[in-house]
Each structure stands twice: as structure tokens, then as C-alpha cells.
């Protein structure tokens, strides 16, 4: 337990050097609309918390796994997983980290019909990925309007973190598919200097 404790402080540390959301005439996420992604009477989650304020929510899995979701956007809605685990539960191979992607994701969209949509083509690309980039290294693949950013951390003696991050583009009304004009610096879905 105490192992989880320097990880957690790194997190929430990050959370501060974030971007501010952009001030723009065209945001299409209203953050003050914005509700926890764990449902209520979700069975696999204890001492679930949401704050409005900062649009985070934390909640445990046990003793060894600690999950923070934070939600952010403009012209897309960013909302980022972190599952820290133990060091006592890690078996540092492949399928032990994919094994844990497809189960946070699978509890974390328990009873949430969105997830029927892009879950299984998820699970394959997370897969895919991870094998081919292996920890500590960040891959993003596409799946429809969604873009995913994964990086799984792990550090003997530390512990892990597994990181997901949805980003899903908010169409106007009437909008088409097409790629959108905006310079890639003003883009709040491109990552260095590719675009996902």
C-alpha cells in the first residue's frame, strides 16, 4: 500500500502541468455538463469519488489497484484512466499488462453500451500495439471517432501505471467526416509531430 502512495503523488503532480483548455469561440464540450464515467452502482469499484470542480474521479479495486479518471476537452473530449497498481500484483510480462487494460476498461464501461461499440476492436489494438512498443514507450491507435493514447509504466520496487486516454472529436450539427484545417498546433488531438 505504501508503494502506491509515490506513484499517486506523481500523477496528480502531472495533472498540473496539463495544458489549459484552450479559449475558443468554438468549444463543443461543455464542462460543466460533464458527469462521472463509472456509474453509480458499478459492483467493481469501492470508495468511488467525483469532483465536479476538477472533473476527476477516484476509485479503488481492492487494496493493490487505485484508478483516477479525468475528463477535459474542447473540440474533443479527452478522458484519461489511470490504473496504478502494487508491486505485490505485477507479473511483468505481455499478457499480464494486456489482461489489466482489458479489465479496467471492461469494469470501468460495466453496464455503459458505448463500450459494445469499439471494446473488442479496442482489446486487439491494445494488444497489437503493446506488443510491438512494450512498456514505457506511448502508442495511440484509431477506432472510429475515437483516438486512444496508451503508455503502461513499470518500476520494480515502485509499481505501475497503465494509462489510457479516449479522445473523442465532438461533430457540430451538420458537420461532415472530413479532416478538419486546424493548424496541428491548435489541434487538441495531435500528438508530436504526427497527427493520431
Known sequence: MKILYPVLIGIITNLWLLPLQAQETDCRLNLAELTPIILRFNPYFSNHQWSQENRMELARLGSNRLLMITQDGCKRHHTVLTLVIDEVLIKNNPQFWIDESNSIMRKVFHDRPEYHEFGALFEDAFAEKFVMYGLSNRFNFPIGTRNFICEVIY?????????????????????????????????DGWIGQQRP
Open 155 to 187: 518500476r520494480q520496487g515502485e509499481g505501475a501505471r497503465i494509462m489510457i486516454e479516449m479522445v473523442e472529436y465532438i461533430f457540430k450539427e451538420g458537420e461532415n467526416l472530413r479532416r478538419s484545417d486546424t493548424p496541428s498546433e491548435d489541434d
